[in-house]
T-cell receptor
């Protein structure tokens, strides 16, 4: 049972490039989330999904898009990367409301 | 605005002593709280949770206390060990998402 798997683990992008971060969970969880974590800023919610085919904006959605075409996968896209998007990105999933999240191990993204 | 926050960004504790990490919340309607532990280079890991109909919940070496009157949450770690060195986040469920505090870094002194 792998839990929540994020790929890639590390990536360096040039300003203006695009990329997609993949999150996969094998726990049949309904809810999935993308957070970013910056030094001194804690975890900030980018986008989330409460079921297959649904997405919603979080606290810091600008510059990102997401898709949840399959229940087990939640993709985070950066269309035109900016240095301000340098961060560690965490995916998480939950069975539903008022249950703890299970987090992935993170993707460290650097935009130069 | 409403938020979940921690009182101290850093806490240093002697190995073997008990650690107490505090958290204040402002949303009186909150009914589910969670503590997470994040070790360096890893994702946050669920430690323990508590619902608003409880005042105390115990796990293995950890206890969470909830004081709804003053909207205060604490995490107690018994007999702190080097492996407890990490950042600890309190978190609160709101609607369909979890709101995280900024975290307290726990340093273990030999």
């Amino acid at each position: 049972n792998a839990g929540v798997t994020q790929t890639p683990k590390f990536r360096v992008l040039k300003t203006g490039q695009s990329m997609t971060l993949l999150c996969a969970q094998d726990m049949n969880h309904e809810y999935m989330y993308w957070y970013r974590q910056d030094p001194g800023m804690g975890l900030r919610l980018i986008h989330y999904s409460v079921g297959e085919g649904t997405t919603a904006k979080g606290e810091v959605p600008d510059g990102y898009n997401v898709s949840r075409l399959k229940k087990q996968n939640f993709l985070l896209g950066l269309e035109s990367a900016a240095p301000s998007q340098t961060s560690v990105y965490f995916c998480a999933s939950s069975p539903g409301t008022a249950y703890g999240y299970t987090f992935g191990s993170g993707t460290r993204l650097t935009v130069v | 605005g409403e938020s979940v926050g921690l009182h101290l960004p850093t806490l240093s504790v002697q190995e073997g002593d008990n650690s107490i990490i505090n958290c204040a919340y402002s949303n009186s309607a909150s009914d589910y709280f969670i503590w997470y532990k994040q070790e360096s280079g890893k994702g946050p890991q669920f430690i323990i949770d508590i619902r608003s109909n409880m005042d105390k919940r115990q796990g293995q070496r950890v206890t969470v206390l909830l004081n709804k009157t003053v909207k205060h949450l604490s995490l107690q770690i018994a007999a702190t060990q080097p492996g407890d060195s990490a950042v600890y986040f309190c978190a609160e469920w709101r609607a369909q998402i979890i709101i995280f505090g900024k975290g307290t870094r726990l340093h273990i002194l030999p």
